[in-house]
Every structure is written in structure tokens, then in C-alpha cells.
């Protein structure tokens, strides 16, 4: 496939996750998505981030197999997320599960910085060279468990999370900056829901859930 053909699928799979968001506004609380975020899906080449054979399905709005038992999400659900951080320009942005940088990839189109977790370092290692032919030179991308977040580097404005634990991990409520948000799917495996954590401007913090879903799971191990 060339380059237009995969425009055109792009922008189809943009159509789709503006439908999805008006079928899902009574869970979102709005029937759109941020123009930034629309226009960030429309630009990344996400068959740039899946495996070569996979290349003509990466524009179905589904997730792909990546290797070692894990996948890129869907891309309305790489939207919502996305969305529901409210990203600003000048926004550091902590991401945990790299997996092959599309996530990252988005996230760098719309903040400052960004510092991206990957357990598996093969995964991490293929994210880095993909990120860099893409011209992402706004990430960070280091190989640890993301459960305990990336002190060196916080706080930070933004949290992204695409493994679920059952619980919100303590060291990630505590390394998000006043007036932060956090987007995390948490729960036993069976019964993940999406989730928006905000922290105000005293340090208070809420929660949010917005829909079920299914993740890999993060581990607390060391």
C-alpha cells in the first residue's frame, strides 16, 4: 500500500472515532473530541507502529498484536485517553506500557515532553527507533516497571497508563503535580473500567469512571 492509500484509511478511522464519541457521550460528557487530539489521529501514521504484516489493518479501529503477548489499543480508545488528559502545550507527560510508540507517538504531537515507560526491553528498543524515524524527539523512552511511576522525572502534569493494575499505584497519584490528571484502566481483570484521576490545586484527589475496558495488566513486582 502507498502513502495515499493510507491517508485514506487514516481518515476513515478518524470518521469512525468521531462516530464512537457520539455513540459514547452519555460516558464521556461531551459528543466530540478536542480538535488537537482529532488532528493528532489524522496525522500519525499508526502503520508505522504495528508490524509490517500487520500494516493494512492498522487503520481498523481495533487493537493489533505487537509480540510478546501484548498489543496497541484500539484507536478510539489511544483517542479518549488522549482527550481526557487535556494535554497543553507546555505539559510534561509521564506514559507508562510504550509498547511500539503510536500512544507516545500522539502524546509528543501535543505536549512538551514526554517520558515513556516500557517493561520489555526489545518493545522499548523497536519503540525508540520507530519514534525517532517519526521525528519525536520530545521522548524519553526508558525500559522499568511502570508501577512505580519515574521519579527521577516528576512530578508531572500528565499521567498515561495502558496496563491495568487493580488499584491506583500510590507512587503515580504522588508523582502527578497539583492540578494534574491521570487517565489509568484499574480492576480485577474481568471488570477494568477506564478511570480519570484529577489532583487540585491543594492536593486533593478524585476519581472518575468513564467505561469498561480490557488491558494488560501491571505488575507490582520489582
Given at each position: 500500500m502507498n502513502d495515499e492509500e493510507f491517508l485514506e484509511l487514516r481518515q476513515r478511522m478518524v470518521a469512525v472515532i468521531a462516530a464512537k464519541t457520539i455513540f459514547t457521550c452519555g460516558q464521556l460528557g461531551k459528543a466530540a473530541l478536542?480538535?488537537?487530539?482529532?488532528?493528532?489521529?489524522?496525522?500519525?501514521?499508526?502503520?508505522?507502529?504495528?508490524?509490517?504484516?500487520?500494516?493494512?489493518?492498522?487503520?481498523?479501529?481495533?487493537?493489533?498484536?505487537?509480540?510478546f503477548d501484548k498489543t496497541i489499543s484500539q484507536p478510539f480508545i489511544v483517542a479518549v485517553m488522549t482527550d481526557l488528559l487535556d494535554l497543553q502545550p507546555a505539559d510534561t507527560v509521564l506514559e507508562i506500557g510504550t509498547g511500539l510508540g503510536y500512544q507516545t507517538a500522539i502524546l509528543s504531537r501535543l505536549a512538551r515532553q514526554v517520558y515513556s515507560m516500557e517493561l520489555i526491553?526489545?518493545?522499548?528498543?523497536?519503540?525508540?527507533?520507530?519514534?525517532?524515524?517519526h521525528g519525536c524527539t520530545n521522548v524519553?523512552?526508558?525500559?522499568?516497571?511502570?508501577?512505580?511511576?519515574?521519579?527521577?522525572?516528576?512530578p508531572f502534569d500528565k499521567v498515561?497508563?495502558?496496563?491495568?493494575?487493580?488499584?491506583?499505584?500510590?507512587?503515580?497519584i504522588d508523582q502527578m503535580k497539583p492540578g494534574g490528571k491521570m487517565v489509568i484502566p484499574a480492576g480485577l481483570p474481568d471488570e477494568q473500567q477506564l478511570m480519570l484521576v484529577e489532583k487540585n490545586a491543594a492536593g486533593h484527589v478524585t476519581t472518575r469512571q468513564i467505561f469498561?475496558?480490557?488491558?494488560?495488566?501491571?505488575?507490582?513486582?520489582d
Open positions: 478536542s480538535p488537537r487530539v482529532m488532528a493528532a489521529m489524522g496525522e500519525i501514521p499508526r502503520h508505522r507502529f504495528v508490524p509490517l504484516e500487520l500494516q493494512p489493518d492498522a487503520y481498523v479501529d481495533s487493537p493489533l498484536p505487537i509480540g526491553d526489545e518493545l522499548a528498543q523497536q519503540a525508540r527507533r520507530r519514534l525517532a524515524r524519553q523512552v526508558g525500559v522499568r516497571n511502570g508501577w512505580h511511576g519515574w521519579p527521577e522525572h516528576a498515561l497508563v495502558a496496563a491495568a493494575p487493580d488499584l491506583i499505584p500510590p507512587s503515580l469498561a475496558v480490557r488491558f494488560s495488566l501491571l505488575d507490582d513486582a
